[in-house]
């Protein structure tokens, strides 16, 4: 879901080692080492900013607050991190990450020539890079510059979004993330049925998110009874007499993300009965081999030909941790398979002009024998 997103990040962000512990770092990067292997590459370059930054938090545990920050992760040799913000931030900034050599980049016009001469040799050598296609161009132009005929920048993220499998620890801090959702999603819930208009039930649900220690939270709500969903605009409403609701929520926690859509009715809903129907038919189809086209079509299947809700974009999940859309989405033309380590997003759901609309939503670990539900939409 595209929400809107904060211009200040709050929270905490340290490098909590009791959770995520520095040998973890250790197994991930052995694996990016067989990409540059697989590449011929001698470093690998991951960039991120405050809006996603995925795959840097994944190597790094480093999750910009402002602006953006550059890894640089050489095959032989100590990682290093290079961050957009003033050097008396530094102190705190190297709280966030296990690597000791966090540099300022406040002066990113110049500071890479230094930066990258730690890499030596004469010759030629490839780069590998990843997400690189986040990065502005004024950014991407002093890079280059620096780069200049003594690296060849190879683009790695295909490889690099292959290898990143859940690990228990990374389950681990995702059950603490669909903790703190669930929490939100029914405080959501209740508060627009004792009475309170969407959006004030939609702060109700942050409020009890952010108690919860959440980093960020998300919030979207309908104020056409469910055909659309729209970001929070402070009018404060009443609660219109018999209008269902439909919402949604986010929250990262740890730096990991967890989602629920809430739905709700005054009265018993068909719309809302079939977009349940279409998540059972989903939860009991999710398992490691099946193809995202063929869960598609199981989930949508329930809905008896109503079609699939706008605001779903006609796909009825896809992957989740670190960003709240890590790809794999399940789409009737999606050609990829289910695999077991992965955590996926499911909601499936309906609309019609004249009685509104109803989603329906689970996140789910896929486990060796099927899926396991981590989180489900309140009913």
Sequence with gaps: MRTVHPCTMIGAYGFEQDRVPRDE?????RALHGVMDTKGCGAMLIYGDAREHSELAYFTNFIPRHRWALALLPRQGDARLLVSMSSRDMPAQ???????DVMSAWTWESVFDPWLAGLGGDAAADIGTVRFDLMRPPLMASLEKSLRNRFRMIPADAEERALRSTRPRELSLIRDACTVVRAGAAAFVQAWRDGMGVEAAALAGERTARALAAQDVRTLVSFDGGRTLAPFRGAFEPKPKGTPLLGYIAVKHRGYWAESFVCAADSPSPLLERAQAGLAAALRSAAPGISAADLHARAIEPLGGSPLHLVLSGCVGRRIGFSSNEGSELR????HVLEAGDVYALHVG??????????????VAITPTGCEVLVRSPD
């Design 350 to 363: 309906t609309s019609d002009p004249h009685a509104g609309g109803a989603v329906a939503s689970a996140m």
């Design 25 to 29: 770092f250790q197994i991930r990067l």
């Design 332 to 335: 009737p033309d999606a050609r």
């Design 94 to 100: 190297r709280l966030m990450t296990w690597i000791p």
